[in-house]
């Protein structure tokens, strides 16, 4: 069974930095389609930054030139490193895997099929 589990939230002020993890399991990693979402309370959940099998990534406007998505296949791995945060960052984040290899880069909350139970982020002003 596919697993994913997110670790690495907490609480920062504004313009902090906090590096969240995703470790993979159940299956062999093969530089699945891999992607994070997150989800403010009252908000739908939206995509932040997706991998590719091929190693291309991509990034939601609102969080391009502060956060990198990276992953460390022999770990099973993947990071999102969050810098200069602000309060508008605030929410759960969620990582996810399509479970499968995939050319194009995945964006949409439908396109994943295994997701973990999320983890925190809180920024104060």
């Known amino acids: 069974q596919v697993q994913v589990v997110e670790s690495g939230g907490g609480s920062v002020q504004s313009g902090g930095s906090l590096r969240l993890s995703c470790a993979a399991s159940?299956?062999?990693?093969?530089?699945?389609?891999m992607g994070w979402f997150r989800q403010a309370p009252g908000k739908e959940r939206e995509w932040v930054a997706a991998?590719?099998?091929?190693?291309?990534?991509s990034y939601a406007d609102f969080v391009k030139g502060r956060f990198t998505i990276s992953r460390d296949n022999a770990k099973n791995t993947l990071y999102l490193q969050m810098n200069s945060l602000e309060p508008e960052d605030t929410a759960t984040y969620y990582c996810?895997?399509?479970?499968?290899?995939?050319?194009?880069?995945?964006?949409?909350?439908?396109?994943?099929?295994?997701w973990g139970q999320g983890t925190q982020v809180t920024v104060s002003s």
């Open positions: 996810a895997t399509t479970g499968s290899y995939c050319a194009r880069l995945f964006t949409r909350v439908y396109e994943y099929n295994y």
């Open positions: 159940g299956y062999i990693y093969r530089n699945y389609c």
């Open positions: 991998f590719n099998s091929l190693g291309s990534t």
